[in-house]
């Protein structure tokens, strides 16, 4: 990747450079991709006890299961599991605010980004003094950060967590509205390890929310639903101090490299470098939309989409004219104005073993 001077005022666009040994698709070769990691892995001593929080309505209700087949694994190789429940969105926050963690603990979320998201949302609130570990352990609809971690199954993830082999993890500490346009509700702060996002992107998420019963085909269609509304976004977009106002379609702010139905969304993210990254979808007509869709599809070609901007930064602002909705890692939970900013691995998480 190399970076340019941007006629928006942004100092820094990143230019990404083709993959001339593949096909081209829908006009362009696939992109390099980023490291997942910068830097090295530790190994430490195997947890003698692990946390083990739980959706039970992650995915298709699969959480107690897998949480189940995750204790058994654990006792078995001699871990204490203390286990606990989430029974409501958002319980997890509290459930792991009242954790008591040891030094060595891990603190293992069975479920998707939005449990993960509501675990160390919980945690940092506390302000802890030592960095605490956490693992995921599968079991919601997208998985992205499982994906990402290289971590497909249960039996993955545990083994991970008896391997104890860890990373540092970058988070986004967030400050938004709490509720969405129409149920604000004050101003909260959030902890996202995934992805923020605004516009088009949240109206596809919202739509596919009503349709829960078409499982991950849900985000294909709440996404043509949101193109065919070509909605006007207007926003003032603010990086690392310097602003733009604009009609906007799409804000893809992101840690990890994959977002929801395990799309490509940010080739050039690592988990651990001390930045976020930003695809900009400026404004569009439909069929630019439905053309840098159909690239992102085809192994994240969206980057090289004319209409599209890629930023890397530490702070960003978001503000509109009147509320507008938020997704922090796969929940849609908050409205605009939003700020945030990058702790640099402000936590470890536990990757599989070499």
Do not use: C
Request: proline residues 4%; neutral net charge; without cysteine.
């Amino acid at each position: 990747m190399t970076m340019s001077s941007n006629e928006d005022g942004f100092p820094e666009t990143l230019s990404f450079q083709a993959d001339e040994s593949t096909s081209r698709k829908k006009g362009a070769h696939r992109p390099h991709f980023a490291s997942v990691f910068t830097k090295d892995a530790t190994t430490v001593k195997t947890p003698k006890r692990v946390h083990l929080l739980v959706n039970p309505y992650a995915g298709k209700k699969k959480g107690r299961t897998r949480a189940r087949d995750a204790k058994e694994i654990l006792e078995k190789a001699g871990v204490e599991v203390l286990i606990a429940y989430s029974a409501y969105s958002g319980h997890l926050i509290s459930v792991a605010a009242g954790l008591e963690v040891k030094r060595g603990d891990v603190i293992a979320v069975v479920g998707g980004d939005g449990s993960l998201s509501e675990v160390i949302t919980g945690r940092l609130g506390q302000e802890t003094t030592e960095k605490e570990t956490f693992a995921i352990i599968p079991a919601g609809t997208g998985n992205s950060q499982a994906h990402d971690l290289g971590i497909g199954s249960v039996e993955e993830a545990v083994k991970s967590i008896l391997g104890a082999t860890r990373q540092g993890l970058d988070i986004a500490e967030v400050e938004l509205v709490k509720g969405l346009p129409g149920n604000e509700d004050g101003t909260m702060t959030h902890y996202s390890h995934n992805l923020v996002t605004w516009g088009l992107g949240v109206d596809s998420t919202i739509q596919a929310e009503k349709m829960r019963w078409m499982g991950p085909a849900r985000y294909d269609v709440g996404i043509l639903l949101a193109i065919a509304a070509n909605k006007r976004r207007t926003a003032t977009l603010t990086l690392d101090g310097q602003s733009v106002t604009n009609d906007f379609t799409l804000f893809l702010v992101q840690n990890s490299q994959t977002g929801g139905s395990m799309l490509p969304l940010a080739p050039g993210a690592s988990l651990d470098d001390g930045w976020m990254d930003i695809g900009i979808l400026k404004k569009m007509t439909r069929r630019d939309v439905l053309k840098a869709f159909g690239m992102l599809k085809k192994e994240g070609r969206h980057v090289f989409h004319p209409r599209v901007d890629y930023h890397r930064f530490k702070s960003l602002g978001i503000e509109t004219s009147v509320p507008t909705a938020i997704n922090i890692d796969g929940e849609n939970i908050g409205s605009t104005p939003l700020s945030m900013k990058v702790l640099p691995q402000a936590v470890n998480i536990i990757v599989p073993s070499e």
